[in-house]
């Protein structure tokens, strides 16, 4: 064992200045006395074992010449050279043990493994990533079931909407005269009351959190306190005097307590009244002092228990926002949140999210990867990537008017603004730049999102289309139903549209119709109806139609909801006179020839490819 480390709790010098009342790995908690008054020094064990290596070598020296001439020779924070006759009487206590040494054992080290005060960790954390990650969600499943009270920080949080302070509220007192007498009602004989202003102590996050903490201490159970986007706020402002409580000993307590100020005091004295706390005592022997627990219900100290956890989520692309100095960060464990894929909560299997752009969809995790690939290589930085739920999904699937508003607008104002779009991922096949304000367009006096904008920046990057489980093995099972030339088997036969690149059954027929409607934007739905008959598709599947209002979807039958909603909604489409509709995708070898011999109408090609 260390010199340095000899020192038990308990421990006194001989003339009884000294108590040692707690240790751990790298500092003694002490209990220095003078001129009859006492405080709570925290003294480091590589300091005391720079006075142990000078007294040894000079035991006539005085705590004076300690000081000088030791305090130039580390790095140790200098004013802890200040408590030189501390250090001074300690490493006497180590040096001459008989002389200066009482060692009395102590109550409280021995009753630690009977009673309450259990080691802790994890009290206070902080879950950073990039935003999307699910920082918030992280917690959320960590706390679940728990007493969790939840306050967010902006730039004009302070200590008073964090902790509390007065405000303006309306009472209700009785009216009375000039002299002082209760004003009656005459018809009803009643008392008249009139509401005031009046000024009241109203707690914030912080002191409501504080306050349950203490009232459930007895109990065991925990109390959280939920910090939201913490850099947001200035925590140096925000926390104030409340930043020294942040410094908790191995049993989850604040190692100093602080003085509440007069107006807290009243409130936690009125809150605290008829509580008693079960393990007083050995909360007392923490800080040497036999009311320490007294003057917390009174209000008078300020002392985080071991059971108020407060954990916090921030944001590291708002790094720049308010910086978190490194003393304020040592006080806090890290926790990495990592860009992942998202899973299911119960049975952890993918969420399989898809970006919808009407007559494609894609892979949300694709995007998500390959977008934070060009990131990176623009940035050379993890700040601005994105989580996967960036975006939150409707049934899992991200809309074109969402993916834009939300992913592509953050991506073009807070992420690509600062390093140009020279890259091929932000232009067309002319080699036009993609600017923000392509991805909208102006039909018919109203603005929508301009999909093929939105698809050509999607393959830029490469993302994988989505298709479904389902629908993969709906359209093979369609594909199946024989046609008069063709009585079994699947055909897979790929077409090329107006020299297109190979495509299926489905998707040739979502093309065509796409194409007319891109031909002919002023049509009505009833037009478009009449253009695209349900005959097109044969009689003998039974579906709501080819072209369809979300109305038809939501009110059919369950076997056929199922799948309308498989197919239709991934097809939406508005008319010109703003009716919402859906279109199939079911075309299979019984009815693929009605819509080729509609395009060659057209005067469009469609070729077959061995």
């Not at 834009?404 to 890259?423: E, P, Q």
């Not at 190979?502 to 002919?520: A, F, N, R, T």
Request: aromatic letters at 12%.
């Amino acid at each position: 064992m260390e010199d340095y480390d000899k020192l038990m709790v308990g421990d006194q010098s001989t003339d009884g200045r000294i108590i040692i009342a707690d240790k751990d790995r790298l500092c003694y908690l002490v209990k220095s006395g003078s001129k009859g008054s006492f405080s709570i020094r925290t003294i480091s064990k590589q300091l005391l074992g720079e006075f142990i290596d000078y007294y040894r070598k000079n035991p006539d020296k005085k705590a004076e010449d300690a000081r000088v001439e030791l305090k130039e020779l580390s790095d140790i924070d200098k004013y802890e050279y200040g408590y030189n006759a501390t250090l001074t009487a300690m490493a006497k206590m180590v040096l001459d043990p008989k002389n200066e040494l009482v060692r009395k054992g102590n109550p409280a080290e021995s009753s630690r493994t009977e009673n309450h005060l259990l080691k802790t960790t994890g009290l206070q954390q902080i879950y950073y990533g990039a935003p999307g990650t699910g920082k918030s969600k992280t917690i959320k499943d960590l706390t679940f079931g728990e007493s969790v009270i939840r306050t967010t920080f902006h730039p004009d949080s302070d200590y008073a909407s964090f902790v509390g302070t007065y405000k303006p509220i309306t009472e209700e007192v009785t009216l009375r005269d000039c002299y002082g007498k209760k004003v009656i009602e005459e018809e009803t004989n009643e008392v008249v009351k009139e509401e005031r202003i009046a000024y009241k102590f109203i707690p914030q996050a912080f002191l409501e959190a504080y306050v349950e903490a203490w009232k459930k201490l007895g109990s065991s159970k925990k109390q959280y306190l939920i910090i939201e986007e913490i850099n947001r706020g200035n925590c140096a402002q925000i926390f104030g005097d409340l930043f020294q409580l942040l410094d908790r000993n191995e049993y989850g307590f604040s190692d100093y307590p602080i003085v509440a100020d007069k107006d807290m005091q009243k409130y936690l004295e009125k809150e605290f009244e008829g509580w008693e706390i079960t393990n007083k005592d050995e909360i007392n022997q923490l800080y040497g002092e036999a009311n320490m627990v007294s003057l917390i219900m009174k209000g008078e100290r300020l002392v985080l228990p071991s059971n108020l956890y407060i954990w916090a989520t921030m944001n590291t692309s708002d790094q720049s926002l308010f910086p978190i100095d490194s003393a304020f960060k040592r006080r806090w464990d890290w926790k990495y949140v990592p860009i992942r894929e998202g899973r299911d909560k119960e049975t952890n299997a993918p969420l399989n999210w898809y970006i919808n752009t009407g007559d494609k969809q894609y892979k949300w995790w694709s995007f998500i990867s390959k977008v934070n690939e060009l990131i990176g290589s623009l940035t050379n930085s993890e700040d601005k990537k994105l989580g996967y739920f960036f975006c939150k999904a409707k049934d899992g699937e991200i809309d074109a008017d969402l993916f834009v508003s939300k992913v592509i607008f953050y991506l073009w104002n807070d992420v690509f603004k600062d390093y140009g779009f020279d890259d091929k991922d932000f232009q067309d096949e002319e080699g036009k730049i993609l600017s923000f304000d392509r991805f909208y367009e102006d039909k018919n006096g109203k603005t929508n999102v301009d999909i093929a904008i939105v698809e050509q920046f999607l393959a830029n990057l490469g993302v994988e289309e989505y298709i479904s489980e389902e629908e993969g093995e709906e359209e093979e099972k369609i594909d199946a139903v024989p046609s008069n030339n063709e009585t079994k088997g699947n055909d897979k036969t790929k077409y090329s549209f107006n020299g297109s690149e190979p495509l299926g059954k489905g998707d040739l027929g979502i093309s065509i119709i796409k194409q007319y409607l891109k031909e002919h934007p002023k049509m009505k739905y009833s037009e478009i109806k009449e253009t695209f008959p349900d005959s097109m598709l044969g009689k003998e599947l039974k579906l709501i139609g080819l072209i369809v209002t979300r109305q038809e979807i939501e009110n059919a039958i369950d076997s056929y909801k199922k799948r309308a909603y498989g197919f239709y909604k991934k097809r939406k489409f508005y008319s010109s006179d703003g009716v919402e509709f859906y279109v199939s995708n079911w075309w299979n070898i019984t009815n693929i020839d009605s819509i080729i011999k509609f395009a060659k109408e057209q005067g469009w090609t469609v070729e077959v490819i061995k």
